[in-house]
């Protein structure tokens, strides 16, 4: 009789340490503060075009670019009308799709997953023709632009074969011939050449690249670890790790088998599957207080973001009062006068369009929440 009360007591006292042990995690956990959030200004939906669109740039303080995957680019009002046809279709520019876009003041371009980037002038010639310069580039994994400067991620093939010494990050200018002028690599991946790392996670963008308002720029390979900061001059001045970042995408990239690679650009239920257990960062944002990292998770089938803005004395992390509905939704974006515009689109798989509702993609106008 006395031993079992001592074994009862003995349980009595070991469920009520878990008991507090479980209470006090639950108090820390409610005690760390809530990232603010950004605030909603507005939600337009797109109209729908035949394909997914891909990405957003401002032109105006009320009208944004839009591209579509295979559509072609429109000037959008804030009403979500169309204004204005900037580029026609894929096929017409000779291009297999339109997955980047990138501006700068005067110009506006377009970038292919494969081959090439295409530009224009904004201010269409007399008799409202135009010209779409076209400027080679192996693969194209995301670019943008600050005047006639071109900024790239991707791999580039020269001597006969992919990125010979592992580049994957290039600076250089736009041409009206075919080749880009001045191109030098500024960033390589650390298995080093045919750039495995990049290679082995190229079906699924991670990461990216973005000039800053001084000619800056960042670049964000997501498929291996750092996010750097260069100057102007293309000098790299800082770095940030992944995990201060919180996104893991180049833990899987380094362990990715030719097979697995393969496997991700056939098999959509294997892609949909590998998407769901990653944190990636989705796009860059060139806000005033330093660069903004959309990051995305989707692990309880939902997709969910946050900003994470790099600082000085640190990373402030905001969170975005939006959910995706669908795996592949993700989320691209631009900053013009302290004003956010996102597009929320399906543009994690813009080639496959299995319902209608595919097709569905709003802007977003949002700005950082006041102190």
Same mark, same amino acid.
């Given at each position: 009789?006395?031993?079992?009360?001592?074994?009862?007591?003995?349980?009595?006292?070991?469920?009520?340490?878990?008991?507090?042990?479980?209470?006090?995690?639950?108090?820390? !956990?409610?005690?760390?503060?809530?990232?603010?959030?950004?605030?909603?200004?507005?939600?337009?939906?797109?109209?729908?075009?035949?394909?997914?669109?891909?990405?957003?740039?401002?032109?105006?303080?009320?009208?944004?670019?839009?591209?579509?995957?295979?559509?072609?680019?429109?000037?959008?009002?804030?009403?979500?009308?169309?204004?204005?046809?900037?580029?026609?279709?894929?096929?017409?520019?000779?291009?297999?799709?339109?997955?980047?876009?990138?501006?700068?003041?005067?110009?506006?371009?377009?970038? !292919?997953?494969?081959?090439?980037?295409?530009?224009?002038?904004?201010?269409?010639?007399?008799?409202?023709?135009?010209?779409?310069?076209?400027?080679?580039?192996?693969?194209?994994?995301?670019?943008?632009?600050?005047?006639?400067?071109?900024?790239?991620?991707?791999?580039?093939?020269?001597?006969?074969?992919?990125?010979?010494?592992?580049?994957? !990050?290039?600076?250089?200018?736009?041409?009206?011939?075919?080749?880009?002028?001045?191109?030098?690599?500024?960033?390589?991946?650390?298995?080093?050449?045919?750039?495995?790392?990049?290679?082995?996670?190229?079906?699924?963008?991670?990461?990216?690249?973005?000039?800053?308002?001084?000619?800056?720029?960042?670049?964000?390979?997501?498929?291996?670890?750092?996010?750097?900061?260069?100057?102007?001059?293309?000098?790299?001045?800082?770095?940030?790790?992944?995990?201060?970042?919180?996104?893991?995408?180049?833990?899987?990239?380094?362990?990715?088998?030719?097979?697995?690679?393969?496997?991700?650009?056939?098999?959509?239920?294997?892609?949909?599957?590998?998407?769901?257990?990653?944190?990636?960062?989705?796009?860059?944002?060139?806000?005033?207080?330093?660069?903004?990292?959309?990051?995305?998770?989707?692990?309880?089938?939902?997709?969910?973001?946050?900003?994470?803005?790099?600082?000085?004395?640190?990373?402030?992390?905001? !969170?975005?009062?939006?959910?995706?509905?669908?795996?592949?939704?993700?989320?691209?974006?631009?900053?013009?006068?302290?004003?956010?515009?996102?597009?929320?689109?399906?543009?994690?798989?813009?080639?496959?369009?299995?319902?209608?509702?595919?097709?569905?993609?709003?802007?977003?106008?949002?700005?950082?929440?006041?102190?």
């Amino acid at each position: 009789m006395g031993r079992r009360l001592i074994w009862s007591l003995r349980w009595r006292e070991t469920g009520l340490l878990f008991l507090l042990v479980a209470l006090l995690g639950s108090l820390a !956990a409610s005690a760390q503060p809530r990232p603010r959030e950004l605030r909603l200004l507005q939600r337009i939906p797109l109209p729908q075009v035949g394909s997914i669109a891909t990405d957003v740039r401002w032109a105006d303080d009320h009208s944004v670019y839009v591209s579509w995957v295979h559509h072609g680019i429109a000037q959008v009002g804030l009403d979500g009308n169309v204004l204005r046809t900037l580029a026609p279709g894929a096929r017409e520019m000779g291009l297999n799709n339109f997955i980047h876009l990138a501006s700068s003041p005067g110009k506006l371009a377009v970038g !292919a997953a494969v081959r090439s980037i295409a530009w224009r002038n904004v201010q269409a010639k007399a008799g409202g023709s135009f010209i779409f310069h076209q400027n080679d580039f192996s693969e194209v994994y995301d670019f943008d632009l600050f005047g006639d400067r071109v900024l790239l991620m991707g791999l580039a093939r020269y001597d006969g074969s992919y990125a010979p010494k592992g580049e994957i !990050a290039w600076i250089g200018r736009l041409s009206e011939e075919k080749e880009l002028k001045g191109l030098r690599p500024v960033l390589h991946d650390v298995k080093g050449p045919g750039a495995p790392h990049l290679r082995g996670c190229r079906t699924y963008r991670l990461g990216g690249v973005r000039f800053l308002a001084d000619g800056s720029f960042v670049a964000a390979p997501g498929f291996q670890d750092g996010v750097h900061l260069f100057n102007a001059a293309g000098r790299r001045v800082r770095s940030w790790s992944n995990e201060q970042i919180g996104v893991d995408t180049h833990v899987r990239c380094a362990e990715m088998t030719k097979a697995d690679e393969e496997k991700l650009g056939t098999d959509d239920a294997y892609l949909e599957k590998w998407v769901k257990n990653l944190r990636v960062i989705d796009d860059i944002l060139p806000l005033p207080q330093g660069p903004g990292l959309l990051v995305r998770t989707g692990k309880d089938g939902r997709v969910h973001w946050s900003l994470k803005v790099l600082q000085p004395e640190g990373i402030e992390t905001y !969170a975005v009062p939006v959910v995706g509905s669908r795996t592949h939704d993700r989320l691209h974006g631009d900053v013009r006068k302290g004003k956010i515009v996102l597009l929320l689109s399906k543009s994690g798989n813009p080639y496959r369009v299995e319902t209608p509702g595919d097709l569905n993609a709003d802007l977003l106008v949002m700005e950082l929440p006041n102190r």
